[in-house]
């Protein structure tokens, strides 16, 4: 089984100013690099991320695996969650 937390590969994007994200949807996304949460309009996506990319995330550690379907991302925080209060 590959290493890290698999998400929907149509899930990781490019934002136009080249950033690489996790769109959460609801216009929150996280760098994929940081981890930093990110609150910007669904428009600001460029592209879906290309093998290369991956390829590229892969080597610096932040990706474990990827395949067609699916990205292993490594070590990304989770996801803020509201209280039940």
Known sequence: MPAGT???RHWVVVLGDGLIVVDWGDSLFQD????EFLQVPESFISRPV???ELE???????VGHYDSQQVW???LPERPARSLE
Request: hydrophobic residues 35%; aromatic residues 4%; positive net charge.
């Open 50 to 52: 290309q093998n290369d």
């Open 6 to 8: 698999p998400v929907q």
């Open 56 to 62: 590229m995330l892969r080597r610096a550690s932040r």
């Open 32 to 35: 994929v690099y940081s981890g």
């Open 73 to 75: 991302l490594i070590n």
